[in-house]
């Protein structure tokens, strides 16, 4: 038994006549005849009394009918979803992020934006390292990632689009000496213990930007994977701690933050995905947060 035969049992039922049917089926009558015909040697049995005026159900008609209608509406709503699903208007997206990304505005902008074109898609969020975001998106538990360019010298294979650019400031203690200054050059860091976010105990991303060789300040060098962990090191004294601008939205107890002067004293947040194809909410989360302006711009 096909659709087509149950949508052609109904057409008559309801409209009590063969011609009738045909004509709203767009089909010819013979052609109508033998595809119910047929559908009554499957039953086992007649769906129909038919007469010179008018065709009648039978009662295993009238019950089909009720089953028939049923299924119909089934099969229409499992089309229409399946087609939702391929323009993105439903289904899940999961997405990984850093906190920078939060504190930059950028994954709330993206978020927002794809929410309001895309009420229907369920957005799932964990707050996951640069590392496990990759290898995340790489394994299918996550679709997106949202972090800084920490450690992404292992994606290879997956799509990587740079978003936005945060800037660098220091954070200390207010007794520390740097305190006082209005802002600091990488060099006035010389001697000092940093602290600074890592995506492992060799990832020297942000020690680049502070344009020192990393053999000179190896010594002197306190590596920690998550803003909050650097945050608490220099709240205890422990050195100066190297954060994203951003995280000066963090007040903490003990903490003063000092802009970090220099070119080179920034980070790009990225965007991980898969390249090639995608499920459709996941593909039109990508296109949507791969032209969204970041914060602060117009569009």
Same mark, same amino acid.
């Given at each position: ?7 052609? *049992? ?5 409209? #009590?006549? *063969? ?12 052609? %109508? ?69 939060? %504190? ?9 934006? *794809? ?62 000496? %740097? ?53 608490? %090191? ?50 039109? *989360? ?10 602060? #711009?117009?569009?």
């Amino acid at each position: 038994m096909e659709l087509r035969h149950l949508r052609y *049992f109904v057409a008559v039922a309801e409209e #009590c006549h *063969f011609g009738r049917a045909a004509g709203r089926l767009h089909v010819t009558q013979s052609t %109508l005849s033998a595809q119910v015909q047929g559908l009554e040697r499957e039953v086992g049995g007649p769906l129909f009394v038919r007469t010179s005026r008018r065709v009648e159900l039978t009662e295993a008609g009238e019950l089909l009918l009720v089953e028939a209608r049923r299924a119909l509406v089934q099969a229409d709503r499992a089309l229409g979803v399946a087609r939702q699903s391929v323009r993105g208007e439903i289904g899940a997206v999961r997405v990984g992020f850093s906190g920078v990304a939060v %504190l930059e505005g950028v994954l709330a902008a993206d978020l927002g934006r *794809f929410h309001r074109t895309h009420p229907g898609v369920e957005l799932q969020l964990a707050e996951l390292p640069p590392a496990a975001q990759v290898q995340g998106v790489r394994e299918g538990t996550l679709d997106v990632g949202y972090c800084p360019e920490i450690g992404l010298h292992d994606a290879g294979g997956l799509a990587v689009a740079r978003r936005a650019r945060t800037a660098l400031s220091i954070a200390v203690r207010p007794d520390h000496p %740097l305190a006082a200054a209005e802002s600091v050059a990488p060099a006035d860091l010389d001697g000092e213990h940093l602290i600074v976010f890592a995506a492992h105990q060799d990832d020297e991303t942000v020690l680049s930007r502070l344009g020192a060789a990393a053999g000179e300040r190896r010594n002197h060098v306190s590596l920690v994977t998550g803003t909050l962990g650097v945050l608490a %090191l220099a709240s205890a004294g422990v050195g100066v701690a190297v954060v994203p601008t951003a995280a000066e939205r963090i007040a903490l107890p003990d903490i003063t933050y000092r802009p970090l002067r220099g070119a080179a004293a920034g980070l790009d947040i990225m965007i991980v995905s898969r390249p090639g194809e995608r499920p459709g909410p996941v593909r039109a *989360f990508v296109d949507v947060s791969t032209h969204t302006p970041p914060p602060g #711009c117009p569009g």
